[in-house]
Nanobody
Framework: QVQLVESGGGLVQAGGSLRLSCAAV????????MGWSRQAPGKERELVAG???????VYADSVKGRFTISRDKAKNTVYLKMNTLKPDDTAVYYC?????????????????WGQGTQVTVSS
């Protein structure tokens, strides 16, 4: 039984930064690919960033150069550092984990989902 606990969302002005955290709590197998997706009102959920257990990384084109995904294996925690935030980044952000990298890359139906954390960027 694994739960993904998210934190770090909030309200910021355009150009500001936030760091989201996602901790895997409970019994884990050890090596999971993890990622972040987001969903804004009226829009479909999209993959923002993914990090494979072997270090592979993928970003959505809209966030390349601004967002950075990383992990602390000792803490079973993945982070999303978001810089130069834009109003278009406003969404609920969801953490995901799955032992299969391809599942995280596709951004659909991961084994575990976080509860979501709201990020709001004002202009």
């Amino acid at each position: 039984q694994v739960q993904l606990v998210e934190s770090g969302g909030g309200l910021v002005q355009a150009g500001g930064s936030l760091r989201l955290s996602c901790a895997a709590v409970g019994r884990t197998s050890g090596n999971y690919a993890m990622g972040w997706s987001r969903q804004a009102p009226g829009k479909e959920r999209e993959l923002v960033a993914g990090l494979g257990s072997g270090g592979s990384i993928v970003y959505a084109d809209s966030v390349k150069g601004r967002f950075t995904i990383s992990r602390d294996k000792a803490k079973n925690t993945v982070y999303l550092k978001m810089n130069t935030l834009k109003p278009d980044d406003t969404a609920v952000y969801y953490c995901a984990a799955d032992p299969r990298w391809i599942v995280i890359r596709r951004g659909v139906n991961p084994m575990y989902w976080g509860q979501g954390t709201q990020v709001t960027v004002s202009s």
